[in-house]
């Protein structure tokens, strides 16, 4: 039975999803690099501050200004081999300072973003499957079970071959090929019980969730897309799912490097408008 914590999380996963697909509607038409640069900038608006509130504002201008004369003291007396050692040795401490005045705010932001990050992984972490391109679904269930599988499909989703059981890993794959575009749902029946799993068959942005798990803490953080599986012998139905790049000048990058980059760059450009000091 799941824990308080877990029917908590399931609870807030519920409401977030429907808050970000209500919020993501928009931008699903627009380029991946344009919706994330708008996230970034609405990261930045919201977390600047959460930022001013729980950092402590003076110490880090008065460290920082420390950092900058240290290090012009480095220039001014460059011939001078003891003093710039001696220069150095301050402004790396002076950093240590500002590291460890940045560790308290950048720990509060964390806890919005451990929920957030996952619901944008859902939308821009995982490509759709191509149409006639074969996928593998993936049961894992508990070794005590042995009672057979069968996978349900709708039309536009072709089940090509029967339960294939990996007896080491107690898993039970199936591989399947997608003849429409859309967003389905497939059936495992084990037993008198029934699992649902959600397929996207499509490479446009839109929520993709590959693993349904059973409730969990970690897992609901991690996969926040489906509800957690109920209590039974099958523990995770998988979908594999390609992970798509974003082409930056040519470059693949992961959707993650690139917003993080482009909310750094919008924190650090907007943190004047507000008076806050990074």
């Not at 996952?118 to 995982?126: D, I, M, N, S, T």
């Amino acid at each position: 039975m799941a824990t308080f914590p877990e029917r908590a999380l399931a609870a807030l996963n519920a409401v977030l999803a429907t808050a970000a697909d209500a919020l993501l509607a928009p931008m699903l038409s627009w380029s991946p690099l344009a919706s994330l640069a708008t996230i970034a900038l609405v990261t930045a608006v919201v977390l600047l501050p959460v930022i001013a509130r729980t950092s402590n504002q003076p110490r880090i201008r008065a460290t920082k200004r420390a950092i900058q004369a240290g290090l012009f003291e480095i220039r001014l007396f460059g011939d001078d081999p003891l003093a710039v050692l001696r220069s150095f040795a301050e402004v790396l401490k002076l950093n240590v300072r500002y590291l460890g005045l940045s560790l308290v705010p950048v720990l509060w932001v964390l806890i919005p973003l451990a929920l957030v990050l996952p619901q944008l992984e859902a939308f821009f972490g995982y490509g759709g499957l191509n149409l006639g391109a074969p996928a593998i679904v993936t049961v894992v269930r508990s070794a005590a079970d042995s009672t057979a599988l069968t996978i349900s499909a709708p039309p536009q989703i072709r089940v090509e071959t029967e339960a294939v059981t990996l007896v080491g890993s107690n898993e039970v794959v199936w591989r399947i090929v997608p003849t429409e575009r859309g967003a389905f749902t497939l059936a495992v029946h084990d037993g008198e019980q029934l699992i649902e799993k959600t397929i996207t068959v499509d490479n446009a942005p839109a929520r993709k969730s590959p693993h349904r798990l059973q409730a969990g803490v970690v897992n609901q953080l991690l996969y926040p897309s489906e509800p957690p599986l109920p209590a039974g012998p099958i523990t995770a139905v998988s979908v594999r799912y390609p992970a798509p790049g974003l082409e930056i000048f040519g470059w693949s990058v992961h959707w993650l490097i690139a917003y993080g980059l482009m909310s750094m760059v919008c924190a650090l450009i907007l943190a004047p408008r507000f008076g806050v000091t990074l």
